[in-house]
């Protein structure tokens, strides 16, 4: 039975590590060892800025999507606003076309067929007329000086990219919306202690910014917001998250979106590791890649490492009766049956009490998580896909 102890304590140990270990080890690492104590600003001239929003069927949000970023508080003549349409079958692009006949900095670039999110960027990068890249979404909603704590950092010669603070709008929030916005407050800590420790893991999509020399074309099934990043940093940059430069959006108003969402973007990000892993030197960049195993690699095997030790507890409990296995297993199970009847509700359109989609949705984005990555040894990719708002 001894194997079995092992394989507990260290399925265990890995379970509870990216969301109790790592953020307590990380910030005494991020006040005993920072990257840098004070990061220089832009305090003269600000540079050109191209803000690529990129766009399928936003038809309900577009519009107001473009009256945010003209009114945005960065000088005009510096700020070119690429709308990137992935071969929209409504009225998107002609609200564009309306728009960019009074707006001179305003450009549309459209896909006449479906390629995908990264083939789009791939385009309007080449196109873009700014020194910097701001990558956005179209329901992404920016406070008025979002744009110049993105840039302000870009002072620093080795930062390579600036992410800002995506919040969710929470008004009326459904169980779902509620459970990722509360993951979400976790992301943001750990990006701000990433930063200050050395590099944020990732970017954002709704809210990232970049030098526009340090983008490479990608290939149509990578996922741009953490592909390049990954890039950035193996060439010797940095990753900052600046959480003044802060944007407003909505989550996943369903379960069932929120996995989908989860699986296709664990998927690309797996494959992503897997394909630019030896594009790093372990002695040069040893911080970040212990940021992104700790924060991204261990979580995405959580379920596995929970099958595990329910696996393992059950045996031990059963051929060497003790309280401590048994209740774990025991413990296990219940966690489970409170997901089983969370997603019950889900499946009927019931509300979900907190005690219930609390479980669901920690069960339902792990059981993504594993897919994704399943979905990857079996030649699944996605390069096109529809958003999680409603259509």
Not at 258 to 279: D, Q
Not at 325 to 333: Q, T, W
Not at 336 to 352: H, N, P, T
Request: charged share 25%.
């Amino acid at each position: 039975m001894e194997p079995f102890y092992y394989i507990f304590w260290v399925s265990l140990f890995l379970l509870v590590y990216p969301y109790l270990v790592y953020p307590a080890l990380l910030r005494a690492l991020a006040r005993w060892f920072p990257a840098n104590r004070r990061l220089p600003e832009i305090a003269g001239e600000l540079p050109g800025v191209t803000l690529i929003i990129s766009a399928y069927n936003e038809e309900k949000v577009i519009a107001r999507k473009l009256q945010n970023a003209l009114e945005l508080d960065y000088p005009a003549e510096k700020l070119d606003i690429l709308v990137i349409s992935d071969a929209s079958s409504d009225r998107t692009d002609a609200i564009v076309q309306e728009w960019q006949e009074r707006h001179p900095n305003l450009r549309l670039l459209r896909q006449n067929a479906r390629n995908g999110k990264t083939a789009g960027l791939n385009q309007g990068v080449r196109t873009a007329k700014g020194e910097v890249v701001v990558f956005s979404d179209a329901n992404a909603m920016y406070r008025k000086n979002a744009l110049r704590e993105l840039v302000k950092y870009f002072a620093a010669p080795r930062v390579g990219y600036v992410v800002g603070a995506a919040l969710y709008n929470r008004g009326d929030a459904s169980e779902a919306t509620e459970s990722e916005g509360m993951y979400w407050d976790m992301e943001l800590t750990l990006k701000e202690l990433e930063s200050r420790f050395y590099s944020v893991v990732g970017g954002d999509g709704a809210i990232y910014a970049i030098r526009k020399e340090l983008y490479w074309n990608l290939d149509p099934d990578d996922i741009n917001d953490f592909v390049n990043p990954l890039q950035i940093v193996a060439k010797g940059y940095r990753g900052i998250f600046n959480p003044g430069a802060i944007c407003f959006e909505d989550a996943a108003e369903a379960f069932g979106k929120e996995f989908r969402r989860k699986r296709r973007i664990v998927n690309r990000s797996w494959r992503a590791v897997r394909k630019y892993l030896g594009w790093f030197q372990p002695l040069r960049q040893g911080r970040f890649l212990f940021a992104l195993f700790s924060h991204k690699v261990i979580r995405w095997l959580n379920l596995l490492f929970l099958g595990l030790m329910l696996l393992s507890s059950g045996l031990i409990a059963l051929f060497s009766p003790h309280w401590f296995y048994l209740l774990s297993f025991a413990g296990l199970l219940f966690t489970m049956l409170l997901a089983g009847a969370g997603a019950s509700l889900d499946r009927r359109g019931k509300a979900i009490p907190k005690l219930l989609y609390l479980p669901y949705y920690y069960y339902l984005v792990n059981l993504a998580a594993l897919l994704g990555i399943w979905d990857d040894f079996r030649g699944e990719k996605y390069a096109v896909w529809e958003h999680v708002r409603e259509a």
